[in-house]
C-alpha cells in the first residue's frame, strides 16, 4: 500500500514557474513507477509525466514536453514536477500515482497501470 500527497499548487500568473510534489508514504518507493496527471474542469484526466523506478527513464506528454521537468527523489519517498512557462491551459487539478513495476526503467501512461493515488493539487494559471 502506498499512500500519496501532493503540495505546491496554486494560483499564478501566465509564464510562472511551479514545483508540485508528492510525498508517498508505506512501502518501496523505488518500486514503483511514478506519474503525474491533470484534470481540467469537464475533461478526462489527462497523462502528463512519468518516470521510471530509477529515474532514468521519463516520458512527458507533447502539451507540456520542453516546459515540465519531472523527478524523484528515492531517498526522501517524493517525485516532484517542476513547471515552467505555465500557460492558462496547464490550470487543472494534478495528481500524482504511483505503479508497481519490475522493471527499473519501465514507464506508464494510461491511468490504469496506475494502482495508487493522490488527492489532487489545484493549479489555476491566469492570463
Known amino acids: 500500500q502506498v499512500q500519496l500527497v501532493e503540495s505546491g499548487g496554486g494560483l499564478v500568473q501566465a509564464g510562472v514557474s511551479l514545483r508540485l510534489s508528492c510525498a508517498a508514504s508505506?512501502?518501496?518507493?523505488?518500486?514503483?513507477?511514478m506519474g503525474w496527471f491533470r484534470q481540467a474542469p469537464g475533461k478526462e484526466r489527462e497523462f502528463v509525466a512519468t518516470?521510471?523506478?530509477?529515474?532514468?527513464?521519463?516520458n512527458y506528454a507533447d502539451s507540456v514536453k520542453g516546459r515540465f521537468t519531472i523527478s524523484r527523489d528515492n531517498a526522501k519517498n517524493t517525485v516532484y514536477l517542476q513547471m515552467n512557462s505555465l500557460k492558462p491551459e496547464d490550470t487543472a487539478v494534478y495528481y500524482c500515482?504511483?505503479?508497481?513495476?519490475?522493471?527499473?526503467?519501465?514507464?506508464?501512461?494510461?491511468?490504469?497501470?496506475?494502482?495508487?493515488w493522490g488527492q489532487g493539487t489545484q493549479v489555476t494559471v491566469s492570463s
Open positions: 518516470i521510471s523506478r530509477s529515474g532514468g527513464n521519463r
Open positions: 500515482a504511483a505503479g508497481a513495476a519490475s522493471n527499473i526503467m519501465t514507464i506508464f501512461q494510461r491511468t490504469y497501470q496506475y494502482a495508487y
Open positions: 508505506g512501502r518501496s518507493f523505488s518500486s514503483y513507477a
